[in-house]
């Protein structure tokens, strides 16, 4: 089975997605953070933003496994090496877009996630997996909540882990992020049309994922 969890940056998906799969027993799949690894890549290499071919050719040349640890959650390797923190930095975050919007890079992306989805029940997490990825899932939802309520809740992970950022920059982030994410040609940031949307504005973790679970059958699966 799988579950696919589309929606803007803050909007909950990350915290719902691994608390439903903790929950299911399902494998988490954060897309995102693909994008993420491939994007720290070419930053370690001073790869120039415009050259689409050497970014097309580096994405084909990398490895990125997310390793399961515990309940729902991950260790992101790239090539091997642990970068699971590395990838939350803010300049990766703003560069992320430059490889999410190369249609090759994420035909190349997009294979490993299919990848992984061939191997059962999973929860996965993006802006395009309930469209492109996978249009066939099972269960679509679409989060959302007010952009205040998403900022504030980025500055909160930001501080989580002691990256010291001031609320303006966390502010441009998130909407220059909103407008290339749902802007861009390629496979841009929308909801399916047979997507489950849910304002999380709201909604604490646990009501999020209680919302969920009355949408999933979960007959015939051991919870
Ligand atoms: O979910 P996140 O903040 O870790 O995602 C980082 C960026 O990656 C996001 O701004 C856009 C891109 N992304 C994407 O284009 N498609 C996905 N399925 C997931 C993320």
New binding site residues.
């Given amino acids: 089975m799988i579950i696919t969890i589309d929606g803007p940056?803050g909007a909950g998906?990350s915290t719902a997605a691994k608390a439903l799969a903790a929950q299911l027993h399902f494998l988490y799949m954060?897309?995102?953070?693909m994008?993420?690894a491939v994007t720290l890549k070419a930053l370690r290499k001073g790869i120039d933003w415009q050259d689409r071919a050497a970014l097309i050719a580096l994405t084909r040349k990398t490895t990125v496994v997310l390793r399961q640890v515990g309940a729902g959650d991950l260790q992101v390797l790239l090539d091997g090496e642990d970068v699971s923190a590395a990838i939350r930095q803010v300049d990766v975050?703003e560069k992320?877009?430059y490889i999410?919007q190369e249609p090759v890079v994420r035909e190349v992306v997009v294979s490993w996630q299919r990848k992984i989805g061939e191997q059962g029940n999973v929860v996965i997490e993006?802006?395009?997996?309930g469209t492109v990825v996978f249009p066939k899932a099972r269960y679509k939802f679409y989060l959302d909540a007010d952009a205040e309520q998403r900022i504030a809740r980025r500055l909160k992970d930001f501080t989580a882990q002691d990256e010291k950022v001031d609320t303006a920059t966390v502010r441009k982030t998130v909407l220059d992020?909103d407008q290339s994410?749902m802007t861009r040609k390629a496979?841009p940031l929308k909801k399916a049309d047979d997507a489950i949307v849910i304002d999380t504005t709201d909604l604490t973790v646990e009501q999020t994922v209680a919302k969920m679970l009355g949408y999933i059958d979960t007959g015939g699966l051991s919870l």
Avoid: E, I, L, M
């Fill in positions: 940056a998906k954060d897309t995102g953070a994008y993420r975050t992320t877009q999410a993006g802006r395009d997996v992020r994410d496979s």
